[in-house]
């Protein structure tokens, strides 16, 4: 199985410290060597975009994220535990569309609040009370009464 180094997974090992990327590089080596290595204790992550990456343990803190499938396996990124799994949960790999590299995207969501206009009449109507509304004869308007007709005449 191909094992592959992404570019992000170099720049955020440089960020590390002596110690951690030491750590860092020892789990990546012992994860070429044997992926299913009890001692990395690889799982996949939950609740994120793309159920391709994996986390494996380099140290207490330190976790390699690495994207896997069958035909390979890539690393993409190093750091401490919470930062590492934010990393993976805003991102997906995908197949460029022209060259048909593949890709890490970084998926961003913003939340806004849709305001739903209301028409005026519609404003006005909601704010009168309902007994008003019934005094006025407006709750029963589009009903119609049948005056009783007499049988026979």
């Given at each position: 199985m191909p094992f592959l180094l992404a570019d992000s997974f170099q720049s955020s090992l440089d960020k590390l410290n002596g110690e951690e990327q030491?750590?860092?590089?020892l789990a990546a080596f012992e994860l070429q060597i044997n992926p299913t290595n009890p001692g990395l204790q690889c799982h996949r992550?939950?609740?994120i975009k793309d159920k391709n990456f994996w986390?494996?343990?380099a140290s207490r803190d330190i976790r390699l994220i690495f994207h896997r499938v069958e035909s390979s396996l890539m690393l993409c990124y190093v750091d401490h535990h919470?930062?590492?799994y934010d990393w993976a949960s805003r991102r997906k790999?995908?197949?460029?569309?022209?060259?048909?590299?593949?890709?890490i995207v970084e998926i961003r969501e913003t939340v806004r609040e849709i305001q739903i206009p209301l028409h005026e009449e519609e404003r006005r109507v909601?704010?009168?009370p309902l007994a008003k509304v019934a005094v006025a004869?407006?709750?029963?308007a589009p009903v119609r009464l049948l005056s009783p007709r007499r049988i026979g005449a």
């Open positions: 030491k750590a860092a590089k992550l939950d609740n986390s494996a343990r919470d930062p590492a790999i995908e197949t460029h569309p022209v060259t048909g590299a593949a890709q909601s704010m009168v004869g407006l709750l029963f």
